[in-house]
């Protein structure tokens, strides 16, 4: 099947030229965003394309969840959002994480915010969203309002990530469908004394994240089976030690030493401090 966003294109330029001057095309927050500049023809001529570019649209793309009009008579300029996903519902949750983000950016005003964006449907600021009772909010919100996409916006994905995708998971949503924006490394803890520009930059980078999550996609997870053998490489102290721990766990271990003998720098050593005992 062709691309949607290129076939919506394409209708629209069959049914638009001549009557505009000039026809461009932009994606914006993951929907397809029509402009007809120099197009001066009257509100009821162009009520009349966008009806047949809906139609049409509808017709052919299975998955057009909605077409709405978007006018600047001030400047002749006329434009159509039209929406290629089905049926997307973000919900956004801002963390405080006690003082860490609350201290220097004002999370309700930013879950607040974030609300106005499209397809945003639910938002809430609280305490501490990795903890059972906020993984329970996730989760009663997922349910509440039918959320399909799950925007965090808290603290480094490099330990919590894991976290909120496991509740995602419990919750019924796939994991791939969460974006997580980091506020505190990346914000609060970096413009601790300039709190409206980091607010500012807290706002764009959750707007950031709300944007990318539409184009968020499952990805699926496969599981291989895995021999229980193991290579070890280097002979020295920790290499012994590694494949005595590996087989320790049954695992069949191969030992691979460039020199004549393990033991590498330990070997060449007589006694060692503070047992003087032998190095080997």
Same mark, same amino acid.
């Given at each position: 099947m062709r691309n949607t966003i290129s076939y919506v294109f394409e209708i629209a330029r069959e049914l638009l030229f001549p009557a505009a001057g000039l026809f461009c095309s932009k994606k914006i927050d993951g929907r397809a965003y029509l402009?007809?500049?120099?197009?001066?023809?009257?509100?009821?001529?162009?009520?009349?394309?966008?009806?047949?570019?809906?139609?049409?649209?509808?017709?052919?793309?299975?998955?057009?969840?909605?077409?709405?009009?978007?006018?600047?008579?001030?400047?002749?300029?006329?434009?159509?959002?039209?929406?290629?996903?089905?049926?997307?519902?973000?919900?956004?949750?801002?963390?405080?994480?006690?003082?860490?983000?609350?201290?220097?950016? &004002?999370?309700? =005003?930013? *879950?607040?915010?974030?609300? +106005? %964006?499209?397809?945003? #449907?639910?938002?809430?600021?609280?305490?501490?969203?990795?903890?059972?009772?906020?993984? &329970?909010?996730? =989760?009663? *919100?997922?349910?509440?309002? +039918? %959320?399909?996409?799950? #925007?965090?916006?808290?603290?480094?994905?490099?330990?919590?990530?894991?976290?909120?995708?496991?509740?995602? =998971?419990? *919750?019924?949503?796939?994991?791939?469908?969460?974006?997580? #924006?980091?506020i505190r490394e990346q914000v609060s803890f970096v413009h601790m004394n300039e709190k409206e520009k980091a607010h500012i930059k807290a706002d764009e980078i959750i707007r950031a994240g709300v944007a990318r999550s539409v184009f968020l996609e499952p990805i699926p997870e496969k599981i291989f089976p895995v021999e229980k053998k193991a290579l070890v490489i280097g002979g020295g102290a920790g290499g012994i030690q590694a494949a005595l721990d590996l087989a320790n766990q049954n695992y069949e271990v191969h030992l691979v030493e460039k020199t004549a003998t393990i033991g590498g720098k330990m070997a060449m050593l007589d006694r060692t401090f503070p047992t003087d005992d032998c190095s080997i």
């Open positions: 402009i007809l500049l120099e197009g001066k023809f009257e509100r009821a001529g162009w009520e009349k394309i966008y009806s047949k570019v809906k139609e049409k649209a509808k017709k052919n793309i299975k998955n057009v969840q909605s077409v709405r009009v978007s006018t600047d008579t001030k400047n002749y300029q006329y434009g159509m959002y039209m929406a290629t996903e089905n049926d997307i519902r973000i919900g956004v949750f801002v963390c405080r994480c006690g003082i860490n983000i609350a201290g220097v950016l &004002d999370t309700k =005003k930013l *879950a607040e915010d974030s609300g +106005k %964006l499209p397809n945003v #449907v639910h938002t809430t600021d609280n305490i501490s969203l990795c903890t059972t009772s906020g993984a &329970d909010l996730i =989760k009663s *919100a997922v349910e509440e309002h +039918k %959320l399909n996409r799950i #925007v965090v916006a808290a603290c480094t994905p490099k330990t919590h990530q894991p976290v909120f995708r496991a509740v995602l =998971k419990d *919750a019924g949503v796939d994991p791939s469908y969460l974006e997580f #924006v980091n």
